[in-house]
């Protein structure tokens, strides 16, 4: 009896070595397959040679695996027959399933030993086969208590496989299920690897296309703006801009008006991106002819130059005129348009100006600010019909005009600390006698020492008139 339990724990361990060295086997082709070049074989060969581990460790001539998905359908397959392919391909393997021994295993889940293929109801016999099965063995394949695969084997001869076939092809099966699951995981990430580089590809494609027309469109949004600032008799002009994005809502302007006048105008049309950089080119154009032309009817189709008999509060109606366009046409955006517009008489320094909806314009003397231009009316789009203000100043000699947006004083620090108007008027109110443009660097010097690394925020623009006749 002794002898006899011995010899049976000695074919045990034979058997689990057997499994073990086949389990090596497997998992060293896998890696070597992982390692190459060929990913998309990786689960193909896997199961190949699992197939064939199976039928030596059990002694069959030919087999056949099945793997399948959590509702049962067939996703890869290994078939005696291999050189069928496409549907005659897809009938066989849903026969077998359906009326086969694989067909059995997967709805009993248990394993199918025919002793002899010719008596055995469960096994199929298939039209123009050439190999003559005798005796078969199919094993399920489970993971985590689910079907994963059926394992088919078979022989020419009857009774070939026996319960010692059974229990190592059943060992053998539940580390295949292993190796096989990783090739399957390992196709999947390789598949997901080529589609997100498609994906990449197709992205860094298209952003680079978008960036093209950003570009195109920032540099036509930059023909809007004023290449250059005219020379101005009796005044010094400078400007500053620089957008958050590629393209802006912020703009400024000036240009020669009648009688020794100037206008000029700076403005922030909200939101920024595409549709601010087309709002803000509208509304520039818009300014830029009806402050040229004056009504003397009821609409501004039968304009009258204003090279005759010049009034600047005719000019500054461009205000209204504008602001009527665009509630009128284009209320259903949602956007507006707060901007300052100034005449300046050139020989007496009298300023005519509206301040719509717009951040204070300020005075600048000598010892600091003398003055702020604030809201003489709402910002333009809202409101179909609003009323503007026009105010007077006199300017005197030195006195500088500096206009600002709002991307100035609500930049932010690197702790999202805001730069403020006060922080503005403090460095202004430090006093200032030179030209516009050492007047701007000293604040933009300010400001991005403020700003840091961090982020802008939104557009900056700031523009100074200074008159000295």
């Not at 300020?362 to 010892?367: A, I, S």
């Not at 007077?392 to 620090?413: H, N, P, W």
């Not at 600390?417 to 109110?429: A, D, G, H, K, P």
Request: hydrophobic share 40%; net charge negative.
């Amino acid at each position: 009896m002794e002898l006899e339990r011995l010899q049976k724990e000695i074919t045990a361990l034979k058997r689990e070595k057997k499994v073990h060295d086949a389990q090596n086997r497997l998992f060293e082709i896998f890696i070597n397959m992982a390692r190459s070049s060929k990913e998309e074989q990786v689960l193909n060969v896997t199961m190949q040679n699992a197939l064939e581990i199976a039928a030596q460790l059990s002694g069959a001539e030919k087999g056949s695996l099945f793997l399948l998905d959590k509702s049962g359908v067939v996703t890869d397959s290994i078939l005696t027959r291999d050189q069928i392919r496409g549907e005659k391909r897809s009938s066989l393997i849903g026969k077998v399933i359906d009326k086969g021994l694989a067909g059995w295993v997967k709805k009993n889940l248990s394993v199918g030993l025919v002793a002899d293929a010719k008596t055995d109801a469960r096994w199929l016999t298939l039209a123009k086969q050439s190999y003559i099965v005798r005796s078969a063995l199919a094993v399920p394949i489970l993971r985590h208590d689910t079907l994963f695969g059926i394992i088919t084997l078979m022989h020419s001869l009857p009774s070939h496989f026996d319960q010692a076939s059974v229990v190592i092809t059943q060992q053998a099966a539940n580390q295949m299920a292993i190796a096989i699951e990783n090739a399957k995981l390992y196709r999947k990430l390789e598949q997901s690897k080529i589609l997100l580089e498609n994906a990449k590809q197709s992205i860094e494609k298209y952003s680079k296309a978008l960036n093209d027309e950003l570009e195109k469109g920032k540099k036509i949004q930059k023909d809007f703006l004023p290449r250059y600032l005219p020379e101005v008799k009796n005044c010094d002009v400078s400007s500053y801009f620089h957008s958050a994005l590629q393209l802006s809502g912020d703009f400024y302007d000036m240009f020669e008006l009648p009688d020794n006048h100037i206008g000029f105008v700076i403005g922030d049309v909200s939101d920024k991106g595409v549709g601010s950089a087309l709002f803000m080119a509208l509304t520039r154009s818009l300014l830029r002819i009806f402050s040229g032309l004056f009504d003397t009817g009821n609409g501004f189709d039968n304009a009258t130059h204003l090279r005759e008999n010049f009034l600047p509060e005719d000019a500054l109606k461009a205000v209204f005129l504008t602001n009527e366009y665009i509630a009128k046409e284009h209320c259903e955006e949602g956007m507006f348009v707060t901007l300052f517009f100034g005449i300046i008489d050139l020989l007496t320094g009298k300023v005519f100006y509206i301040n719509a909806g717009h951040e204070p314009v300020l005075v600048v003397g000598e010892n600091g600010i003398k003055q702020s231009l604030k809201t003489t009316g709402p910002a333009l789009g809202p409101i179909q019909g609003a009323i503007y203000g026009i105010e007077t100043i006199q300017l005197k000699t030195g006195d500088m005009l500096f206009g600002y947006t709002d991307g100035v004083t609500e930049a932010r620090s690197e702790t999202r600390v805001f730069y403020t108007r006060s922080r503005l008027e403090n460095i202004i109110n430090k006093g200032f006698d030179g030209a516009t443009e050492a007047f701007l660097e000293i604040i933009k010097t300010d400001l991005f020492l403020f700003i840091g690394n961090a982020p802008q925020s939104d557009d900056i623009t700031m523009l100074a008139v200074k008159w000295h006749p």
